[in-house]
Every structure is written in C-alpha cells, then in structure tokens.
C-alpha cells in the first residue's frame, strides 16, 4: 500500500506522526510537498510594474523562487527525519489541491492535516485547499488535528427536531 503524506508548513509534524502510526505496513511512503508557483510569479509582476521601470534593478522573482524551494528541501529533510522510516519525497508546483489529488492517484491512504479552524470541532477545520482535497481525493484519507482535537463541547448544539 502507498501511503502519500501531504506536508504543510506549520501543520506536518502532525501528517508525519500520523504516518508513522498509521502506515505500518505501507510498501512505500511518500512525502508530498507542493509549491504553489504564484508567489514568485506575483513578485515579479509587482516588480516589473513598479513606476514602469522594469529593468531598474534585480529581479526579485528568481530569488523568491530559490528561496521558496529551498525551504521545500528543508521541509522534506525535516519530515524525513522525523518519520525515520525510508520514504519517497515528492515536490510538485502547481495548484495545491489539484496537485494533492493528483498524486494520490492509486495510493491507498493520502494524509492530510486539518487547515482551518482548528480551535473548534466542525466543518470550519477545514480550510480551502484542504476541503477540496478531501471532496476529490481518489483514496482514503486520514484527516488529523494538528494540536489533537478541541473537547467536544465545541461542537455545535443540534438543530432543533422538527416532526
């Protein structure tokens, strides 16, 4: 069984445990980073648009991009470690959650940690991306909290029944 572990900052320690409770008898994990290529792309439009006068100094773009890419190899060096099992290390660029649902194609468990509100039990624990991920995912999904989960008295009180 491949088991995809999709690494965000701030919340993969968590996918990362996960994994290394729950993907035992995995045939291979993957650890799954994606870059969303916008950033950089978005500097360099506010760059080359300053005053109109883009060739006025270094462009910010390719070291943003640099920048961004050397803290996915430092975020996939440090989830390797932490998982200390051997693994895959995937790096895609593209839209977040098209690329997450892509690479789990034909995986047997896709990872995922919650990204929204997490102070409270219920659909708002999920962010966007992590929404989308989870309504089109081709596999299975474990969804983790990344702190544990709030009590249960955060959960919202039941409709009213009506007959």
Same mark, same amino acid.
């Given at each position: 069984m491949r088991v995809i572990v999709w690494l965000v900052e701030g919340t993969w320690?968590?996918?990362?445990?996960?994994?290394? *409770? %729950?993907a035992g008898a995995a045939s291979e994990v993957? !650890?799954? %980073? +994606? &870059? #969303?290529?916008?950033?950089? @792309?978005?500097?360099?439009?506010?760059?080359?648009?300053?005053?109109? $006068?883009?060739?006025? @100094?270094?462009?910010? #773009?390719r070291r943003l991009a #640099?920048?961004?890419?050397?803290?996915? +190899? *430092?975020?996939?060096? /440090?989830a390797e470690a932490r998982l200390g099992l051997p693994c895959t290390r995937l790096e895609r660029t593209g839209r977040v959650e098209? #690329? +997450? +649902?892509?690479? /789990? *194609?034909?995986? @047997?468990?896709?990872?995922?940690? $919650?990204d929204g509100d997490r102070s409270? !039990?219920?659909? %708002?624990?999920?962010?966007? /991306?992590?929404r989308f991920v989870v309504d089109h995912a081709p596999c299975p999904v474990l969804l983790v909290w990344p702190e544990g989960a709030p009590?249960? &008295? &955060?959960m919202p009180p039941a409709p009213p029944h009506h007959h």
């Amino acid at each position: 069984m491949r088991v995809i572990v999709w690494l965000v900052e701030g919340t993969w320690p968590a996918s990362v445990d996960a994994a290394r *409770e %729950h993907a035992g008898a995995a045939s291979e994990v993957v !650890l799954l %980073h +994606v &870059t #969303e290529p916008g950033v950089a @792309g978005l500097a360099h439009g506010a760059f080359s648009g300053l005053l109109g $006068r883009a060739g006025s @100094g270094p462009d910010p #773009e390719r070291r943003l991009a #640099e920048l961004g890419g050397q803290s996915a +190899v *430092e975020l996939l060096d /440090a989830a390797e470690a932490r998982l200390g099992l051997p693994c895959t290390r995937l790096e895609r660029t593209g839209r977040v959650e098209r #690329e +997450v +649902v892509a690479a /789990a *194609e034909g995986a @047997g468990l896709l990872i995922v940690a $919650r990204d929204g509100d997490r102070s409270r !039990l219920g659909p %708002h624990s999920l962010g966007r /991306a992590a929404r989308f991920v989870v309504d089109h995912a081709p596999c299975p999904v474990l969804l983790v909290w990344p702190e544990g989960a709030p009590d249960l &008295t &955060t959960m919202p009180p039941a409709p009213p029944h009506h007959h």
